[in-house]
């Protein structure tokens, strides 16, 4: 039983460290999308925007 809580922590620790890495990604994605001075967006198959730069904004 506490093998399969250890394995669940660290589970947990995994998925919290992987949403760091892509929260950090999305902001540094992001920041360079903001510095291109040309317009930015990405647009998925339905005609979503997924991501504008301030450009657009």
């Keep these: 039983m506490s093998q399969r809580i250890a ?3 660290k589970s947990e620790t995994e998925r919290k460290r992987a949403e760091e890495a892509l929260k950090e990604s999305e902001e540094i994605l992001q920041v360079l999308v903001n510095a291109t001075r040309e ?3 990405l647009i998925d ?3 979503k925007v997924l991501l504008a730069n301030e450009v657009v904004a």
């Design 7 to 9: 394995e669940l922590e």
């Design 39 to 41: 317009t930015l967006l």
């Design 45 to 47: 198959t339905e005609g």
